[in-house]
């Protein structure tokens, strides 16, 4: 086996000409734990100890017998296909969104309020707007995006669609886990916006200030 090297390999074939049972098996746990130290970074458990001396036997051509903990695996395991991994059979309607996409209408319905509705249905169009780049070169329009997303509803979300539609897309919709609340967005920019006035009226203040002791000095060193 390539992933262990020749000299391994040769070691293996000279534990296999051991007369002695006991010694052959010493040795053959000997090469194992060097088998694990070749490749450190596998994770250690009995799962792995099984395929050291999977392979160990392998090597051996299945002519190895020693005292293992682990039954030597049968002559057929070299040509067992693989299992065939079995894919979803569900069925999507719009398969260059994915999967992903109809688990994620899903939560935009599970939202609390009418604008966290509204705000995580933004957020989809941009996202299906991406995902249609990646596969078309042309851009899909917004209304189309709107239309496919009442579908997936199921139309559950028509009113909050209608309203988008009707009075533009929301800024900075963006949710990660679960529904963006628009109330603290909202709330969030609006603390922002006053702590930036608040700090602008301060320096304004202090500039102020600032000019009005410049002119006093001005005037005390202008010669009477």
């Known amino acids: 086996m390539k992933e262990y090297g020749s000299n391994v390999q040769k ?34 458990g009995a799962d792995y100890s099984k395929k050291l ?7 051996a051509n299945f002519d190895l017998d020693v005292d293992s903990p682990f039954p030597a695996p049968p002559k057929e395991i070299l040509g067992k296909k693989p299992k065939q ?5 569900s069925k999507l309607k719009h398969k260059f969104y994915g999967r992903n996409l ?7 319905m599970m ?20 995902f249609y780049l990646s596969w078309n070169r042309d851009s899909v329009e917004t209304n189309v995006c709107m239309n496919q997303i009442l579908e997936l509803s199921g139309g559950k979300l028509k009113p909050e669609i209608d309203d988008l539609l009707a009075n533009g897309m929301v800024d900075e919709a963006n949710p990660k886990d679960g529904p963006v609340s628009f109330k603290q967005r909202t ?3 609006n603390r922002h916006r006053n702590n930036n006035n608040n700090r602008n009226g301060s320096q304004h203040n202090k500039n102020g200030q600032n000019n009005n002791k410049n002119r006093y000095n001005n005037n005390r060193r202008r010669p009477q």
């Open 11 to 44: 070691l293996v074939e000279h534990i296999v000409t051991i007369p002695d049972k006991e010694t052959r098996t010493k040795h053959a746990h000997i090469l194992v734990e060097l088998m694990r130290q070749i490749h450190p970074q596998m994770r250690d």
């Open 111 to 130: 939202a609390e309020t009418f604008e966290e509705r509204k705000a995580f249905v933004s957020y989809l169009v941009k996202l299906m707007k991406s």
């Open 53 to 59: 001396w999977d392979d160990l036997y392998i090597m």
């Open 85 to 89: 991994i079995p894919y979803t059979q």
């Open 102 to 108: 109809e688990l994620l209408v899903l939560k935009a």
């Open 187 to 189: 709330n969030f920019n």
